[in-house]
Protein backbone atom coordinates (compact mmCIF):
# COMPACT_ATOMS: atom_id res chain seq x y z
CA UNK A 1 0.00 0.00 0.00
CA UNK A 2 1.14 3.45 -0.50
CA UNK A 3 -0.11 6.70 0.68
CA UNK A 4 0.60 10.19 -0.93
CA UNK A 5 -0.52 13.77 0.13
CA UNK A 6 -0.59 16.10 -3.05
CA UNK A 7 1.66 18.51 -1.18
CA UNK A 8 4.23 16.24 -0.76
CA UNK A 9 4.85 16.30 -4.61
CA UNK A 10 5.21 20.29 -4.94
CA UNK A 11 9.03 21.09 -5.15
CA UNK A 12 9.80 17.65 -6.49
CA UNK A 13 10.63 16.35 -10.34
CA UNK A 14 6.99 15.27 -9.98
CA UNK A 15 6.14 18.89 -10.18
CA UNK A 16 5.98 19.37 -13.67
CA UNK A 17 5.07 23.17 -14.71
CA UNK A 18 5.29 23.66 -18.63
CA UNK A 19 3.97 26.87 -19.97
CA UNK A 20 -0.08 26.51 -20.10
CA UNK A 21 -0.20 23.72 -17.32
CA UNK A 22 1.34 22.73 -13.89
CA UNK A 23 1.05 18.31 -13.56
CA UNK A 24 1.87 17.07 -10.41
CA UNK A 25 1.92 12.75 -11.11
CA UNK A 26 1.70 10.62 -8.10
CA UNK A 27 2.28 7.52 -9.50
CA UNK A 28 4.80 6.90 -12.63
CA UNK A 29 6.17 4.31 -14.81
CA UNK A 30 8.78 3.35 -11.99
CA UNK A 31 6.19 2.86 -9.91
CA UNK A 32 5.88 -0.88 -12.48
CA UNK A 33 1.48 -0.74 -11.78
CA UNK A 34 0.68 -0.04 -15.30
CA UNK A 35 -0.61 3.53 -15.54
CA UNK A 36 0.31 6.94 -14.36
CA UNK A 37 -1.84 9.15 -11.99
CA UNK A 38 -1.54 12.61 -11.94
CA UNK A 39 -3.35 16.32 -11.01
CA UNK A 40 -3.06 18.67 -13.20
CA UNK A 41 -3.79 22.17 -13.69
CA UNK A 42 -4.84 24.15 -17.10
CA UNK A 43 -4.27 27.49 -16.78
CA UNK A 44 -7.04 30.04 -17.54
CA UNK A 45 -7.10 31.67 -20.29
CA UNK A 46 -4.63 29.50 -22.22
CA UNK A 47 -5.52 27.32 -25.08
CA UNK A 48 -3.45 24.02 -25.20
CA UNK A 49 -2.97 21.28 -28.54
CA UNK A 50 -2.29 17.93 -27.80
CA UNK A 51 -2.38 14.50 -29.63
CA UNK A 52 -1.46 11.51 -27.46
CA UNK A 53 -0.61 9.19 -30.22
CA UNK A 54 1.11 6.87 -28.00
CA UNK A 55 -1.00 6.82 -25.25
CA UNK A 56 -4.25 6.35 -23.60
CA UNK A 57 -5.96 9.44 -21.03
CA UNK A 58 -8.42 9.38 -19.11
CA UNK A 59 -9.17 12.87 -17.64
CA UNK A 60 -11.72 13.49 -14.92
CA UNK A 61 -12.85 17.65 -14.84
CA UNK A 62 -13.53 18.71 -10.72
CA UNK A 63 -12.88 22.38 -10.69
CA UNK A 64 -13.36 24.79 -13.43
CA UNK A 65 -14.28 24.99 -16.98
CA UNK A 66 -13.30 24.99 -20.26
CA UNK A 67 -13.79 23.48 -23.55
CA UNK A 68 -12.86 20.51 -25.39
CA UNK A 69 -12.29 20.35 -28.56
CA UNK A 70 -11.60 17.76 -31.25
CA UNK A 71 -9.17 18.91 -33.90
CA UNK A 72 -9.81 16.20 -36.52
CA UNK A 73 -13.56 16.91 -36.10
CA UNK A 74 -14.20 20.25 -34.82
CA UNK A 75 -16.28 18.91 -32.97
CA UNK A 76 -16.73 20.64 -29.18
CA UNK A 77 -17.65 19.19 -25.33
CA UNK A 78 -18.11 21.30 -22.46
CA UNK A 79 -15.35 20.64 -19.88
CA UNK A 80 -17.04 21.48 -16.05
CA UNK A 81 -16.75 20.48 -12.94
CA UNK A 82 -17.96 16.11 -12.99
CA UNK A 83 -17.08 15.96 -16.79
CA UNK A 84 -15.25 12.78 -17.96
CA UNK A 85 -13.88 12.30 -21.03
CA UNK A 86 -11.45 9.27 -22.71
CA UNK A 87 -8.61 9.86 -25.21
CA UNK A 88 -8.47 6.08 -26.60
CA UNK A 89 -8.08 6.82 -30.30
CA UNK A 90 -5.08 8.98 -30.80
CA UNK A 91 -7.25 12.03 -30.71
CA UNK A 92 -6.00 15.19 -31.22
CA UNK A 93 -7.40 17.73 -29.01
CA UNK A 94 -7.26 21.14 -27.50
CA UNK A 95 -8.61 22.20 -24.12
CA UNK A 96 -9.41 25.79 -23.78
CA UNK A 97 -9.11 27.16 -20.47
CA UNK A 98 -12.18 29.61 -19.45
CA UNK A 99 -11.27 29.48 -15.56
CA UNK A 100 -8.40 27.36 -14.33
CA UNK A 101 -9.05 23.33 -14.98
CA UNK A 102 -8.30 21.12 -12.48
CA UNK A 103 -8.41 18.12 -13.40
CA UNK A 104 -6.94 14.05 -12.54
CA UNK A 105 -5.57 12.15 -15.50
CA UNK A 106 -4.28 8.88 -16.03
CA UNK A 107 -2.45 7.24 -18.66
CA UNK A 108 -1.15 3.90 -20.37
CA UNK A 109 1.37 3.29 -20.92
CA UNK A 110 2.10 5.22 -18.08
CA UNK A 111 4.75 7.90 -18.33
CA UNK A 112 8.12 8.41 -16.88
CA UNK A 113 7.72 12.02 -15.91
CA UNK A 114 10.28 13.47 -18.42
CA UNK A 115 8.19 13.81 -21.57
CA UNK A 116 7.39 17.04 -22.58
CA UNK A 117 4.56 17.73 -25.49
CA UNK A 118 6.69 18.06 -29.11
CA UNK A 119 6.02 20.11 -31.61
CA UNK A 120 2.61 18.19 -32.39
CA UNK A 121 1.45 17.80 -28.74
CA UNK A 122 2.86 14.33 -28.32
CA UNK A 123 4.36 13.07 -25.55
CA UNK A 124 6.97 10.63 -26.41
CA UNK A 125 6.97 6.72 -25.67
CA UNK A 126 9.98 6.47 -23.25
CA UNK A 127 11.50 3.82 -21.30
CA UNK A 128 12.17 3.96 -17.79
CA UNK A 129 15.44 5.29 -18.58
CA UNK A 130 14.12 8.33 -20.58
CA UNK A 131 15.00 6.71 -23.90
CA UNK A 132 12.82 7.18 -26.57
CA UNK A 133 11.24 4.01 -27.71
CA UNK A 134 8.40 5.64 -30.60
CA UNK A 135 9.27 7.29 -33.94
CA UNK A 136 8.58 10.99 -33.47
CA UNK A 137 4.72 11.96 -35.53
CA UNK A 138 4.19 14.56 -37.94
Known amino acids: MKVMHLDELNGTENDVEHGNWR ?28 WYANHVECVYVY ?15 ELRPGTMYLLNDADKHSVIADEDIHCTCVFNPPVTGREVHDEHGVYPLLDAEGNRLDTPKG
Open 63 to 77: QGSGTLVNRDTGEEH
Open 23 to 50: SRRFFLADEGVGFSFHVTVLKAGTTTDM
